[in-house]
């Protein structure tokens, strides 16, 4: 298998809490334990949960995401200028089986300039890098989850009457954040973005047309603030971004095949790797991949995190083979399409049925590419 980063049996971050952990975040938050005694069952739990992935024979190791809410709110907050509220409107997520699930994710705003004053993964990762001998990794949300929801109207015009101004700001922040991790020793950092996968969806699109923004030039934008905020970091990290259809108690968003953004964004967006949801017909066929540089690769995320059987060996390996009409096999690499809990909640299956999982995808791809 490939040494380096992505590898071919690789994941997207996050992992189901444990009872421990969800004890002890109700308990914090409920003011019957410090801050302290949270972040010391966070770290048993965390290595714990390494042990776990090294026997599973998992080379790119995460914490699980154990010591956040949300994928994205977590991080975003700890810049200054951003504001969190409890959802102020409600999203509608989807599941397979016609059913729908209401969440009301929470609202930021930006009321400040934005700055990086502090470190935001630095201990996380230092804590992680101390409990494996394996590649620890690094998942922050990408940049443009602070625009796409709120638009200009979750800006202050009297903060940034131009917007040019507050992308300069939020992507400078950002290099700060990646060269403290880099200081510290990452080598694997990803970014998640929902909002590239929403405009693969025609619905989605014609919405964002509607309110006045054209849907191909904020795939440019969006690229551009991934390349701004990555552009000066070292030639050992590599940078991968994963495009996620919504991921909440094993229910989704978007739908639509990647021919919308794809030659945009495989070509104009400078990290090394994508990792893209291919779990079901949602996400379309795998012509869109003619656009990607031989440079780059491909993370398929052919197995679903979503659903809690197992996924069959035999028609991954044939989806693969399809995958590799448009894409050259050591391109590629083999994933779940999203993590197992993008929130606190987890997705709808068991800690056995993730690791039974898991199991699958390194079993596969040892039999795939050795």
Known sequence: MSDSPPFRADHVGSFLRPASVQEARQARAENRLSADELRSVEDKAIGELVEREESTGLLGITDGEYRRRFFHTDFLEQLDGVTVTEGQFLATFKRD?????????PTMLVTEPIR???SIQGADFDYLASVTSRTPKVSIPSPSMLHFRGGREAISE???????????DLTAAYRDEIADLAARGCTYLQMDDTNLAYLC?????????????????LTRLYCKLVNDSIRDRPDEMTLAIHLCRGNYRSAWVSQGGYEPVAEILFNQMDVDAFFLEYDDDRSGDFAPLRH??????VVFGLMSSKKA????????????????????????ALSHQCGFASTAEGNELTEDDQWRKLEQTVAIAGDVWG
């Open 309 to 332: 059987a197992v996924d069959d060996a035999d028609a991954i390996k044939r989806r693969l083979d399809e995958a590799f009409a448009f894409i050259d096999p050591e391109q590629a």
């Open 158 to 168: 009297d903060v940034y009457p131009d917007l040019d101004a507050f992308f300069d």
């Open 292 to 297: 990607v540089p031989d440079h780059k690769r």
């Open 116 to 118: 990086h004053s502090k």
């Open 97 to 105: 089986d016609g059913t729908e699930v209401g969440f009301k994710p």
């Open 201 to 217: 969806d025609p619905e989605i699109r014609e919405r964002t047309a509607a309110r006045g923004d054209d849907p191909d030039e």
